[in-house]
């Protein structure tokens, strides 16, 4: 069986890994191979990061092989309509399959982050996949990102919070923005007060159904 491929847009090798972690255990009947940006940032921080985020998606092309589907696991989705354009099997964003869940028959949603410079490309993407006022904004944790995401106790604390704001403001479902914030994503997932999403889980459900409509898993 043809594995589904995880691209990590970011060149930290043990963000990839905790995602190839979550991405196996979510989908424990399909295989899931990943890859690393060969450049760029380890951390996707601001748009000008995001962009080349993007070119180095398509640099790994060539190294991509037999996938039944490939997921571009950072929020932003960088690369996302380019890859697709070069592939000929489904790409999937986990921006895009977030938001998606979230925002299913119209709910109210908002998306909780840590990097206050990716706000608008937030927002953008919300609007070109079609959500319109279902999204509610964006929700920061305080504090330069990456000082928060070193210490994941204060990441998950800081996340919750944000999330508590984000449902105060009306949200019925709460997106964890960020392929980084996986482990943490999965750490909140109990909470009651709010669907929250994990945009990970969501961009594999969406792609192994993409993939199997196509199919490519054969």
Known sequence: MKPLLLVNPNTNVDTTAAMLDIARASLQDV????????????????ETALAEAGRAVLDLVPHMGAAAGVIVAAFGDPGLSALRRQIAVPATGLAEAGMAEAGEAGRRFAVVTTTPELVAAIARSAEAYGHGPAFL???????????????????????????????????EAVVIGGG???LAARALSGRRDVRLIEPLPAALRLAHRRAMEAGALA
């Open 31 to 46: 295989r899931v191979e990943a890859l690393t940006a060969r450049f760029g940032a380890p951390l996707i921080t601001n």
């Open 137 to 171: 904004g964006t929700f920061l944790t305080p504090g330069d990102p990456r000082e928060v995401m070193a210490e994941p106790g204060r990441l998950v604390e800081a996340l919750a919070k944000a999330c508590s704001r984000a449902v105060e403001a009306g949200a």
């Open 180 to 182: 980084p914030l996986a």
